[in-house]
Structure formats: structure tokens, C-alpha cells
């Protein structure tokens, strides 16, 4: 069983920066693939970001340029740093590890971007 735990997520003014994180507990995880999704009110849940084991990154073309993905295998976690806030961001953002055709997901964490 791996268990997921995202924090980062706060209230910040357009343009600022903030950085995620996705701390995962249980082995295997350097050969985990992990996502961060979001999803913003009453819309459906959407991948922003991936990383795979072998550092490999793809990102949703509503972020690129603006986020980074990235992994820290040796303290099991994710990160995902984001620059160039835009209220449109705003959204409950969550953790997903796919791992031995198993998945998991995090509890989500908020960012809300306005003025």
C-alpha cells in the first residue's frame, strides 16, 4: 500500500509562485510513474504534469513554460513548481502514483489564485 500526501497549496495574487509537493510512503518508488492532476469546480479532473522513472516529462499545454515537474527519489517525492500563477489554476490539485498496474491517489490540496 502506498500512501500519498500532497501540501503546498495556499492562496496567492496572480503572477506568484508556489511549490507542491507529493511525499509517498511505501517502496517501489523510484519505478513509479507519477501524475498531478486538477480539478477545479464543477469541472471534470484534468492531468497537468507527469514523471516517469526515467525523469521523462510531459506537461498539459494550458502549464507549459510555466510549471515544472520534478522527482526526488531519495525522499520519495514529487514536486511541481509553479510560476506565472493565473487565476484559471485555481483548483484542488492531487497526487497520483501508478506503480505495478496499482494506483493511488492524494487527499488533493488547494490553490487559489485571485486578487
Known amino acids: 500500500q502506498v500512501q500519498l500526501v500532497e501540501s503546498g497549496g495556499d492562496l496567492v495574487q496572480p503572477g506568484e509562485s508556489l511549490r507542491l509537493s507529493c511525499k509517498a510512503s511505501?517502496?517501489?518508488?523510484?519505478?513509479?510513474?507519477v501524475d498531478w492532476y486538477r480539478q477545479a469546480p464543477g469541472k471534470e479532473r484534468d492531468l497537468v504534469a507527469n514523471?516517469?522513472?526515467?525523469?521523462?516529462?510531459d506537461y498539459a499545454d494550458a502549464v507549459k513554460g510555466r510549471f515544472t515537474i520534478s522527482r526526488d527519489n531519495g525522499k520519495t517525492t514529487v514536486y511541481l513548481q509553479m510560476n506565472s500563477l493565473k487565476p484559471e489554476d485555481t483548483a484542488v490539485y492531487y497526487c497520483?502514483?501508478?506503480?505495478?498496474?496499482?494506483?493511488?491517489w492524494g487527499q488533493g490540496t488547494q490553490v487559489t489564485v485571485a486578487s
Open positions: 497520483h502514483l501508478k506503480v505495478y498496474g496499482l494506483e493511488f
Open positions: 514523471i516517469r522513472p526515467g525523469h521523462m516529462t
Open positions: 511505501g517502496g517501489f518508488f523510484s519505478d513509479a510513474t
